[in-house]
């Protein structure tokens, strides 16, 4: 059983709309959302010793249930089946619904909100008590935990790369991005990273798993040693 496995099926969590009736729960906190924020925020003051309820109303999905078919997942890990949108329509904003919340469905991109965006909080919402330089340790801090790091240059693919060429040569600003992937694909790193989960996932050791095409690729074919095709289903399966 994987880890995430192992915490669906804990008596902590509780899936309500299973629940015969009412259920009362109590709590110091009641955290509403599952996502970056609530899930930041239900952490901290866990480890702080206090006793914390975080409310979702998405569904606990793992890898059993990605199928990669819109029909199957639109509308199960997204709020209005991808339609929610602006009040004028004019952007769609694809917001996860699902413990984790957003997190789930975007991308790894993990960006710091910028300072205009901090001002305008202030002054359109009431949002005072700190500054934009005040969150500086706070995103170190996630940032570590997280293992997101700023994109190296030579981590670039090609047309990422002649993007970048092209831009700085035009005199335009041009920067990488902060992403959340501890194994990039640099050196082998991201295919040493496939071994090390499946190995791990399927109880062998590292030297039984090999990866013996697609090497390059996102799509992989992956050798694994030592256990049956039943078994490895059985081990991986949730």
Not at 45 to 55: K, P, S
Not at 217 to 235: E, I, Y
Request: glycine share 10%; with cysteine.
């Amino acid at each position: 059983m994987t880890k995430l496995a192992e915490v669906r099926a804990s008596a902590n969590v509780t899936n309500g709309s299973a629940a015969a009736s009412d259920l009362e729960l109590s709590c110091d906190v009641c955290v509403i959302g599952s996502g970056a924020g609530g899930a930041v925020t239900a952490a901290t003051l866990a480890a702080a010793g206090v006793d914390v309820l975080i409310v979702e109303e998405g569904g606990y999905w793992t890898n059993s249930d990605f199928t990669m078919r819109e029909k199957d997942v639109v509308s199960k890990l997204y709020q209005e089946a991808m339609q929610r949108a602006t009040a004028d329509g004019a952007i769609a904003i694809l917001q996860g619904r699902a413990v984790g919340g957003t997190t789930v469905v975007n991308y790894t991109t993990s960006f710091r909100t910028p300072e205009h965006v901090v001002d305008h909080w202030k002054k359109k919402h009431g949002v005072t008590g700190f500054t934009h330089a005040d969150l500086g340790p706070h995103w170190d801090w996630i940032e570590k935990r997280l293992a997101i790091h700023k994109v190296s240059e030579e981590e670039m693919n090609l047309n990422n790369r002649k993007l970048f060429e092209g831009f700085k040569a035009m005199g335009w600003q041009a920067d990488t991005l902060r992403l959340r992937v501890s194994a990039p694909p640099l050196e082998g790193r991201a295919n040493d990273a496939v071994v090390q989960l499946i190995a791990r996932g399927a109880g062998v050791a590292p030297g039984a798993v090999s990866v013996v095409a697609g090497a390059r690729g996102r799509d992989k074919l992956v050798r694994v040693a030592g256990v049956t095709p039943d078994a490895l289903r059985a081990r991986l399966g949730a």
